[in-house]
T-cell receptor, first 115, second 114 residues
Framework: DAGVIQSPRHEVTEMGQEVTLRCKPISGHNSLFWYRQTMMRGLELLIYFNNNVPIDDSGMPEDRFSAKMPNASFSTLKIQPSEPRDSAVYFC?????????????FGPGTRLTVL | AQSVTQLDSQVPVFEEAPVELRCNYSSSVSVYLFWYVQYPNQGLQLLLKYLSGSTLVESINGFEAEFNKSQTSFHLRKPSVHISDTAEYFCAVTLSSGNTPLVFGKGTRLSVIA
C-alpha cells in the first residue's frame, strides 16, 4: 500500500488567498483525521471523519477553515482566506475501526507558509 | 477529556548511553497509549503501542515502554542509543472505545551526541 498520500507537500501563498490541502487515506480505512502542527501549540486535532461523516470539528480554528470528505478515498481541508498565523504543517491520518487498535497512519504532511 | 504531559522538551544524550523519555497521561476512562517518532521534515511513525495485556511493550529497533496504571505513566526507554535515534518523540493517548482522535504531548526532542 502507498500509505496516506497528501498534496501538495509544500505550499507558499499570500495572505488572503484560498488554500486547499488534499488527502488520500489508506484503502479500506474508514476514519480520517486532520491535525495541525505548530511550534507553539504542538499537534492538534482539527477535524475527523468516520465513514465519510464529520464527527468532531471543534478543533477547526474558525469559519475560514472547512473540510470535506466526499468519498472514502479523498478529503480536502480548505482555508479561505488564509492568514500568516495559519502557517503550520498539516497532517492527515487514517485508521480502520476493524483493526481494534486505533492505530493511525500519518501522511508526510503539507508545510503551509502564508506570507 | 484526556491529556498528555511530556516532562522534558529536549534530551541530549551521548551515543551508546541509555535514555528515558517521560510521559504521563490523564484520563477518567480507559485509553490506549502510543509513542510516535518524527524524523526531520517527515511525518509521524508509530514506534510502539499499549492496548492491553503485558505492561511492557517493545519496538523492533530496541525501544521499550512500560505502562504503569497507578502512576499513569508510559515512559519510553532504550538501553543504548544511536545517532540515528535523533528525532522528536511524541506520546499520545486515545480512547479505547471506537476510532477516536489522538491527544498528543508536546514532544521530546532527543539529540544523540557522538
Amino acid at each position: 500500500d502507498a500509505g496516506v498520500i497528501q498534496s501538495p507537500r509544500h505550499e507558499v501563498t499570500e495572505m488572503g488567498q484560498e488554500v486547499t490541502l488534499r488527502c488520500k487515506p489508506i484503502s479500506g480505512h474508514n476514519s480520517l483525521f486532520w491535525y495541525r502542527q505548530t511550534m507553539m501549540r504542538g499537534l492538534e486535532l482539527l477535524i475527523y471523519f468516520n465513514n465519510n461523516v464529520p464527527i468532531d470539528d471543534s478543533g477547526m480554528p474558525e469559519d475560514r477553515f472547512s473540510a470535506k470528505m466526499p468519498n472514502a478515498s479523498f478529503s480536502t481541508l480548505k482555508i479561505q482566506p488564509s492568514e500568516p498565523r495559519d502557517s503550520a504543517v498539516y497532517f492527515c491520518a487514517s485508521s480502520s475501526t476493524s483493526s481494534g487498535s486505533n492505530e493511525q497512519f500519518f501522511g508526510p504532511g503539507t508545510r503551509l507558509t502564508v506570507l | 477529556a484526556q491529556s498528555v504531559t511530556q516532562l522534558d522538551s529536549q534530551v541530549p544524550v551521548f551515543e551508546e548511553a541509555p535514555v528515558e523519555l517521560r510521559c504521563n497521561y490523564s484520563s477518567s476512562v480507559s485509553v490506549y497509549l502510543f509513542w510516535y517518532v518524527q524524523y526531520p521534515n517527515q511525518g509521524l511513525q508509530l514506534l510502539l503501542k499499549y492496548l492491553s495485556g503485558s505492561t511492557l511493550v517493545e519496538s523492533i529497533n530496541g525501544f521499550e515502554a512500560e505502562f504503569n496504571k497507578s502512576q499513569t505513566s508510559f515512559h519510553l526507554r532504550k538501553p543504548s542509543v544511536h545517532i540515528s535515534d535523533t528525532a522528536e518523540y511524541f506520546c499520545a493517548v486515545t480512547l479505547s472505545s471506537g476510532n477516536t482522535p489522538l491527544v498528543f504531548g508536546k514532544g521530546t526532542r532527543l539529540s544523540v551526541i557522538a
